[in-house]
């Protein structure tokens, strides 16, 4: 009986790892009519220590078998005992039928490996080709998915959902355009991310940012302001692009998490990004830089938004990581309570010099405060423009505790460092619970 060789998915691994680091874990396993249809194993990933599992589509086209979930679970199992991450890469037409409801157990116990394991070890899919039913449910458990523009990536068949349309509805983290950059993406994000949850996040040589922050800068181009010079890894990039940007990166070295709103009113789409940013950061500790400028909240799908808002609002006050929020242009009524709040969010919060924070926007604060002022005849522009500069000015919220200092653009990231240092040795105990219901 010989190791297995030669596969696709064994390739795929080798060229995961690092060179001559891949060590292959139960290489002669067999199923009952033949060669089980994944390879897996252990080796390091830009010098971390990483357990990956690749279902080889050459074997039976991949098709789940309780072997192959068996050698699957070996891997989960590892992770867990040892606080390393997984990677896991998914090409398979789907289960094996003629396993019956032995492989749909099988299934369930991976289902269950990956579950326990979430935010104990970073997991990490790429969907590599064919990523169906169960086997798309288990990829999408993972922490971040990473998908090859044309594998295809549904649970229900049949379907022409692709993972290119995975991605720009939010189900898809990063979208690549074959399986090498793939790779590379995985590598980024493995260097990113801690080994596990009591691991601290690792420290990197770094290089200062080309440019600045500026006024009317979009979202992404103040991220890139302030993060470490082409450390920037943006995730759920096609979902809600125009509204919100997530991304990690590094500052002087260390990860951070970035949460970027662009000037838009908040909505759903850009809640449910949003939140799933902050659990991620909280789940492996990762200080969280949420860069505010939000009109508010839209008037559409009431009740959507509602829901949105209220498990985003929930996951920022919950969270115990370091939290520091900049204001970079609006803070208007619930989006301020919900993206650079103190009491619900902000460990410490940093207001450009040329921003507004206000309960309202200034239509309708001037209809409520300045409405005897209108009926003499004064100007509606010009009180707008005085309310902005009295009772919405960062000066304002800051003399009141609702800033904690205030910064020209420019000095962004020198305000962030120093804030991301004073909070690095944040520890917050919170009232014992299972979790949150909402």
Request: with cysteine; proline share 3%.
């Amino acid at each position: 009986m010989s190791e297995l060789k030669d596969s696709k998915a064994l390739s795929r691994l080798e060229a995961l790892f690092d060179d001559g680091s891949f060590t292959q874990i139960d290489a002669f396993a067999k199923s009952a009519d033949g060669e089980v249809e994944v390879a897996a194993g252990f080796g390091t990933v830009n010098e971390c220590a990483v357990y990956a599992f690749s279902q080889d589509i050459t074997v039976n086209d991949g098709a789940v078998s309780v072997a192959q979930c068996a050698k699957i679970k070996k891997i989960y199992d590892l992770a867990a005992k040892t606080g390393c991450p997984v990677v896991s890469i998914f090409d398979s037409n789907g289960v094996k039928l003629s396993e019956g409801f032995e492989v749909l157990s099988a299934y369930g116990e991976l289902v269950k490996a990956s579950t326990s394991l979430s935010g104990v070890c970073p997991q990490i899919a790429v969907v590599a080709g064919a990523c169906l039913g169960t086997s798309a449910l288990i990829a999408n458990m993972a922490d971040v998915v990473v998908a090859v523009k044309d594998a295809d990536f549904y649970i229900s068949a049949p379907s022409d959902v692709t993972a290119e349309t995975s991605y720009k509805e939010g189900t898809v983290d990063v979208l690549c355009d074959n399986f090498d950059a793939a790779v590379e993406a995985v590598k980024d994000l493995v260097s990113l991310l801690p080994s596990n949850n009591l691991s601290p996040a690792p420290i990197f040589d770094f290089a200062a940012p080309q440019t600045a922050a500026a006024i009317g800068a979009d979202a992404f181009s103040i991220i890139a302001s302030i993060a470490d010079d082409a450390s920037v890894v943006e995730l759920k990039g096609g979902y809600a692009a125009s509204n919100c940007k997530t991304a990690l990166a590094t500052v002087m070295g260390t990860t951070v998490g970035f949460v970027a709103f662009d000037g838009n009113a908040l909505c759903p789409s850009c809640a449910y990004k949003a939140e799933a940013m902050i659990k991620l950061c909280d789940a492996y500790s990762i200080p969280v830089v949420t860069l505010v400028n939000a009109n508010g909240v839209i008037a559409e799908k009431e009740n959507q938004t509602l829901t949105a808002l209220t498990k985003l609002t929930s996951a920022y006050a919950s969270a115990t990581c370091a939290k520091i929020s900049v204001i970079t242009g609006k803070a208007i009524g619930c989006a301020y309570v919900t993206l650079a709040g103190k009491g619900a969010n902000s460990d410490y919060t940093i207001a450009w010099d040329c921003s507004v924070a206000s309960p309202l926007d200034a239509d309708s604060a001037v209809a409520f405060l300045y409405n005897d002022r209108l009926a003499k005849g004064e100007d509606r522009e010009a009180l707008k423009a005085e309310y902005i500069e009295t009772i919405a000015s960062p000066f304002t919220a800051a003399a009141c505790g609702a800033v904690d200092d205030i910064c020209a653009p420019a000095d962004t990231r020198a305000k962030v460092i120093s804030a991301l240092d004073m909070l690095a040795g944040k520890r917050e105990n919170t009232l014992p619970r299972k979790h949150s219901v909402k």
